[in-house]
């Protein structure tokens, strides 16, 4: 059970604002990965906050006991995938899928893959809000009771408020299609990114994710999580890691030459 996540710079433009192009690689990734979807691609185009280079499109499929997300942003030629299952993912298998269909610089960008089999408890952050494009924090909580759908709905929905975030949807929360719904999945964007919760019914563990594109005090989820019971791994990973470089020393055109896809897809 691992975590990938990717901060992918010098994308092409065009690509990363056409709603049916993301809507189609959102489609075909979880089949790429061998990983059943329980819903099907839920597409928030954002172009209307106070940051005219924040503007972009958000997107999230529900996976069984995990979700994939993407966050594009056309003005700096960047975007933050994340992808995460109740099944181990093929690093390697997403990095050249998107090399061919979304293509990046790699010279600039960043893979971070987390076992989250592991119990980590790290809260000495190597974020750096001066410099990194924002914290993403991964926590399990043994979970003291059985956790309904309404109880992550309602947690998700008073989260968004209780850091400090803005909410751009009401939360999703849907159960897995395996026998005997194994997953309660819950997920809900914000224009920060996005925010989740899966509840392992088997083994009695939630596992949480908070991605955020802005600084926020990231230390105090550790008592919130405490009302689903105790937390048992946490660490913060920092997202685009000396990202305000890589977009002001980006004057070189880092877009790869992405007719061909264009064209592909165009004649499909």
């Known amino acids: 059970m691992n975590h990938v996540m990717l901060d992918c710079y010098g994308a092409n433009t065009t690509l990363l604002e056409n709603l049916k192009y993301i809507n189609k690689v959102m489609n075909e990734i979880p089949y790429v990965l061998g990983i059943t979807p329980v819903n099907p691609p839920t597409l928030i185009p954002y172009y209307y906050g106070k940051v005219k280079e924040d503007d972009g499109v958000s997107a999230f499929v529900i996976l069984e006991g995990g979700h994939l997300t993407i966050h594009t942003f056309p003005h700096r030629k960047a975007y933050f995938l994340d992808i995460y299952a109740a099944k181990d993912i093929d690093s390697d298998k997403i990095v050249e899928y998107l090399k061919e269909n979304l293509p990046y610089n790699q010279d600039t960008s960043i893979t971070n893959d987390r076992d989250r089999n592991?119990?980590?408890?790290?809260t000495e952050s190597k974020y750096h809000p001066g410099d990194d494009f924002g914290p993403h924090v991964l926590a399990e909580i043994a979970a003291d009771k059985d956790t309904t759908m309404e109880d992550i709905y309602d947690f998700l929905e008073h989260l968004v408020s209780t850091i400090g975030m803005t909410p751009i949807i009401r939360p999703y929360v849907l159960k897995s299609k395996i026998k005997n719904h194994r997953y309660i999945s819950g997920i809900t964007m914000i224009a920060e990114s996005h925010i989740s919760l899966h509840f392992?019914?088997?083994?009695?563990?939630i596992y949480a994710d908070i991605f955020s594109c802005t600084s926020f005090d990231f230390s105090m989820v550790i008592d919130i999580f405490k009302a689903f019971?105790?937390?048992f791994s946490y660490e913060v990973v920092a997202r685009g890691t000396k990202h305000y470089s890589i977009i002001a020393n980006n004057k070189e055109d880092f877009e790869r030459v992405a007719s061909d896809i264009w064209k592909k897809n165009i004649e499909s």
């Open 118 to 122: 592991v119990e980590v408890f790290d």
């Open 200 to 205: 392992d019914k088997v083994n009695k563990v």
């Open 229 to 231: 019971g105790k937390v």
